[in-house]
């Protein structure tokens, strides 16, 4: 990911919230089953979904909606499906 180039407090927040959320959905469910086919994916989008920033007249902002929150978690899961695994990495002289 590259370096943040504004200043914009508000904007590294964000980031920082939505990659936090991101990188924490287990690729897998409790069952073994794929998090996308399970019933635990909405929770997921959901946690995107709810994240907001307060602006200085203390009202709630919600940047992201439930169709932008949906691709981002689809998009993390499906990129990481495209990383080498440690086979691919060592090849597979197990």
């Known amino acids: 990911m ?3 180039k504004s200043k914009s407090q508000i ?13 924490s959905i287990p690729t897998l469910d409790h069952d073994g089953g794929l998090i996308e086919d399970s019933m635990h994916m909405d929770m997921y989008t959901d946690a995107i979904a709810n994240i907001h920033f307060t602006d200085s007249l203390n009202r709630k902002h919600y940047p992201f ?8 978690v689809e998009d993390e899961l499906e990129c990481r499906k495209l990383e080498p695994t ?3 990495e ?5």
Not at 90 to 94: A, K, Q
């Open 90 to 94: 060592y090849g597979n002289n197990v």
């Open 2 to 4: 590259q370096k943040q």
């Open 11 to 23: 904007l590294e927040t964000l980031f920082e919230e939505v990659d936090e959320q991101l990188e």
């Open 65 to 72: 909606n439930k169709t932008i929150a949906t691709i981002l």
């Open 86 to 88: 440690k086979e691919d």
